[in-house]
């Protein structure tokens, strides 16, 4: 069997036993088919069935979650978490609360997790959670009463070295502290590196925060620059206003980039003066308003409803930073049409495959996902270590330590992408290198 027949024979079988499982069969369809050379090469991973392995997750974990509303109604969500893979560390990878989470979902980004933490360098194995809860509208104490509930269950499954959750979409700071207190309670143990993303007076890190979206601008950054560009001058356009979006704009225009837009689920501004980043930072750290108020303080920007249309605007630069399947064929087409030299991804496959093509089709420089949204959990593993040491890193430390990942992983995947005959592809590059680690992995660790 070569490796075309090997990776189509498991995607058969993925699909089969995964059906309706939409965005977990599209992560797993991008990342097998970048996977086939490597099978040609050795044809011993095929004969560990390491793709079978790699493809199912270690275990999965699904609950329920009551709680009670402030009008003493009872609330029932669904939690979930998926640990998909322990080769290289315990498994590592956020927590989403958003109305959309299902199985498909959580099973997509934990997939996708085992990656990207392999690319960080970093002994992190792949996982990922969350919940069908939705945030938006419960006060302070029925959030606080939600992630009690929540970890109320979580809690008999995780550890610092066992599996270590974090943030991602609707989980932020205020989250993993009320987490972090259940758990520390229930557990009756200060194990501070049970969780990341906690707060700086309890053993949280500095620039975990920054980490996601100063990464992705770090990556993109090196891309340009191994094509003879760099940030500065460049118009830039950012979706989403939440955690990723807000520093990857920040580090864009510490950068010299002017960025044009960014949005949020209702809708996008387009300031031609440039996004004022701190004015973003008040409405949605602050104030967790709609990005609809920032024309209230900035009168000559314009607030278009819908989401979607933010990649109408003309862009050198497209930095999706808010939820897979984002940027479909359409969209990628008029990115091109208006000139677009470089997409980086600061979600998780915020490209549909479709997208991904066009891309590929006319040239643009692609950072994907994998590669470019890797600094979030990267300074999580970060944290992970000044916790066991007790001890803390200053900014400029972790700062430093962040980009030094980053330029790590785009020099690795330029590497692989080119040792295996796709020069210039950094999704091939970054598939392969990261899938490499945890096959060799999984190679000397038997079947298990
Ligand atoms: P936040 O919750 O902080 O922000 C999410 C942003 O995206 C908000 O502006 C939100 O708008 C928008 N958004 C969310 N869902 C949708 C949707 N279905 N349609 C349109 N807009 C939507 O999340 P993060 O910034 O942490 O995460 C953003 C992306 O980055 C996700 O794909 C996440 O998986 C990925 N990521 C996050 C990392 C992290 O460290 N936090 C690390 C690596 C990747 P609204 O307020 O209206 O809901
Ligand atoms: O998608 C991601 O990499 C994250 N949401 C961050 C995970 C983490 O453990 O910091």
Redesign the pocket.
Known sequence: MNGKEYVNKVLDEVKKENEGQHEFLQAVEEVLETLIPVFDKNPKYMEEGILERIVEPERQIMFRVPWIDDNGKVRVNRGYRIQFNSAIGPY???L?FHPTVNLSIIKF?GF??IF??SLTGLP?GGG?GGSNFDPKGKSDREIMRFCQSFMSELYKHIGENID?????IGVGGREIGYLFGQYKKIASSYDAGVL??KGLTFGGSLV?TEA?GYGLVYFVEEMLKSNGMDMDGMKVLVSGSGNVAIYAMEKAKQLGAKVLACSDSNGFIYDKNGIDVQTVKNIKEVNRGRISEYIKYHPSAEYHEGCNGIWNIPCDVALPCATQNEIDKEAALTLVKNGVKAVGEGA?MPSTLEAVEVYFANNVLFAPAKAS??G??A??ALEMSQNSMRMNWTFEEVDKKLKDIMVNIHSKSVATAEEYGFKGNLLVGANIAGFLKVADAMMYQGIV
């Not at 270590?164 to 991602?168: E, K, N, R």
């Open positions: 590592k990878g956020g989403r980004l996708e997790q990207k933490n992190i990922k270590v959750p974090a943030g991602d990341t993303g975990r996601t998780n949204n890797a979030g959990v300074v999580s």
